[in-house]
């Protein structure tokens, strides 16, 4: 899902805006940016401490970005950030706290961040809940975590990225958006039954609407994508059980339903 490819000037949802690539899915993250040097770019990647979040640290700082972990357990980075410090020629990498189920501490997150921001990689997330969790702030964890949480941080970093000129928002989405529309009635599953999978496939499609809601920021040279990486084994697996189906379909992610989302989840935050 493209929300504007840079050089074809497509808007969000249009076909022709779709990046063609000559990597197949057994490509690497260092196969993929080799030959890119990101010297003087900087990065945030939240979840960067483990799984997709670590490899794509490791891709970034190998290209010579520096990089921030954004992570709720900065000691557990502290390992990439020692191996990271120790290969020649990669760019910085520190750690930094984000609880993204807090909007409170992706607030804080984005007003404690000086300068301009090139690349925020909105990647950690939680997947299928077994029981309906809700934060501190009463909303669902798995939107919380892996919308709410992305959406203030972005919205929170907005002026850094727009002040580089050229920025890219990554959202590291899945395919559990396709059958998932988002329920704008009972997003936090208080009228519903709870199932863990509709909650994570509606807030992947949460994070696929944000992507094309933030279409609305090409004008200022920022760049959104939303990825589906493909099934790899890592920890968020660890909720998910055999009779818990993944399912496919399709749903429209019109643009409508990216501007009600966006109004939505700036009115969820007002009032946290
Ligand atoms: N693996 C797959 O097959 C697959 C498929 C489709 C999509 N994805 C997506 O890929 C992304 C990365 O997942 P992964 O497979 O690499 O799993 P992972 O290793 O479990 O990574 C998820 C990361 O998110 C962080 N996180 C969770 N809750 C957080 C919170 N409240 N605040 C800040 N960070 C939080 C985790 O930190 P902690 O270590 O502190 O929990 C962890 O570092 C996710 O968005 C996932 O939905 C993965």
Not at 14 to 41: N, Q
Not at 99 to 121: C, Q, Y
């Amino acid at each position: 899902m493209t929300a504007k490819h840079p050089h074809s000037g497509s808007t969000a949802n249009d076909d022709s805006a779709l990046i063609t690539t000559p990597f197949g899915s057994h490509a690497s993250a260092g196969e993929v940016i080799r030959g890119t040097d990101l010297t003087g770019r900087r990065a945030v990647v939240t979840g960067g401490a483990s799984g997709i979040g670590a490899e794509t640290v490791r891709a970034l700082a190998a290209a010579g970005a520096e990089v921030t972990i954004a992570t709720r357990r900065p000691e557990a980075a502290e390992p990439l950030v020692r191996e990271l410090a120790a290969l020649g020629g990669a760019g910085r990498v520190h750690t930094s706290a984000l609880d993204l189920s807090e909007p409170a501490s992706a607030a804080a997150f984005a007003r404690s961040w000086r300068g301009t921001l090139d690349i925020l990689v909105a990647n950690a997330g939680v997947m299928a809940l077994p029981t309906r969790t809700v934060t501190a702030g009463g909303w669902e964890a798995q939107l919380a975590t892996n919308h709410l949480g992305h959406f203030a941080l972005a919205t929170g970093l907005y002026t850094a990225m727009r002040d580089a000129g050229s920025a890219r928002i990554v959202v590291v989405s899945s395919g559990a958006h396709r059958d998932v529309p988002f329920d704008f009635q009972d997003p936090h599953f208080e009228r519903r039954p709870y199932d863990p999978w509709e909650a994570y496939g509606q807030s992947k499609t949460a994070e696929v609407l944000f992507t094309v809601g933030a279409g609305r920021w090409a004008a200022d040279g920022i760049t959104a994508n939303a990825l589906n990486p493909g099934y790899i084994l890592t920890r968020l697996q660890r909720h998910r059980y055999d009779d818990q189906p993944g399912g496919v379909g399709a749903h429209a992610l019109a643009p409508e339903a990216a501007n009600r989302l966006w109004e939505y989840s700036t009115e969820a935050l007002r009032v946290t």
